[in-house]
């Protein structure tokens, strides 16, 4: 079996291009389920119900996000409204939403966890704790972590504390693919950063002169969404359904 992640889709702009070789890419890659990080698919980012709706009409069975997860506050009923939306499972109770969806296969059972990252970003729950429990409970092998982290050693500790335990832990946030995806020892996939969908000469999706005076005069600045042409980032993990292990992981650029 073979899923395919996308990396951070960001603004409408990603999303109309990951639209428009959405098909070709599922029957280059053979692939038979789709995760989409989408929490900046929203124009300003974020994610919005007419962004999350779109990424599932173009064929995301599941969509994860991070820490613009509640950035629009008049989305935050997608949470509870649409079964297939993750936000981080390392939130604190009581938060809208979920950081776990199961889908059924007929055949298996694939489990998306959605964890974020605590080095250098908000003080949440510690997603190793939060991933144990999971792991008690979650009933198949076949377990996808997309880890929406800024330090790269916070998710290569991860990657390592769950080899065996999961079939593949994929990073994102920093929206740079990195190369150094891997089957780790115990037959987990591993990716540090899956990277992002959308304008490719830009500063992580938005125009590159407010980025730079922002970084050069320290004053507030209104970020643009880049109007670049796009790239797709992502991987493709195949996996055998039976034991939950990795076969092999792929990364791709699409232009």
């Known amino acids: 079996m073979r899923l395919m992640f996308i990396g951070d889709v960001v603004g409408g702009t990603g999303c109309e291009f990951l639209a428009s070789k959405m098909h070709y890419l ?3 890659y053979k692939v038979d389920i789709t995760v989409i990080n989408g929490e900046n698919s929203a124009t300003g980012n974020g994610i919005t119900a007419a962004s999350c709706d779109y990424l599932t009409s173009i064929g995301a069975d599941v969509i994860t996000t991070g820490n613009h997860a509640f950035k629009r506050r008049e989305s935050l009923a997608i949470f509870d409204e649409v079964e297939h ?21 007929g055949r298996c059972q694939v489990a998306i966890v959605n964890l974020i990252g605590v080095v250098y970003m908000e003080p949440l729950d510690n997603p190793y704790f939060a991933m144990d429990k999971v792991l008690e409970n979650i009933g ?21 504390y769950l080899d065996g335990k999961v079939t593949a832990v994929l990073g994102t946030h920093t929206h740079v693919q990195t190369a150094d995806e891997q089957i780790l020892p115990n037959g987990t996939a591993y990716i540090t950063d899956a990277g992002m969908t959308g304008p490719e000469e830009s500063v992580l999706g938005v125009q590159k002169e407010p980025a730079i ?3 050069r005069f320290h004053i507030p600045v209104r970020f643009v969404e880049a109007d670049t042409p796009c790239f ?18 792929e990364r791709f650029i699409e232009r």
Do not use: W
């Open 213 to 215: 005076e922002k970084q």
């Open 140 to 160: 198949t092998k076949n377990i996808f972590v997309d880890i929406h982290a800024e330090a790269t050693a916070e998710k290569k500790a991860l990657g390592y």
């Open 85 to 105: 939306l993750l936000r981080p499972l390392n939130y604190p109770d009581g938060v809208i939403g979920k950081g776990v969806y199961v889908l059924d296969m």
């Open 232 to 249: 797709i980032c992502g991987v493709v993990v195949e996996f055998d359904e039976k034991t939950g292990k990795a076969l092999s992981i």
């Open 26 to 28: 599922k029957q280059k």
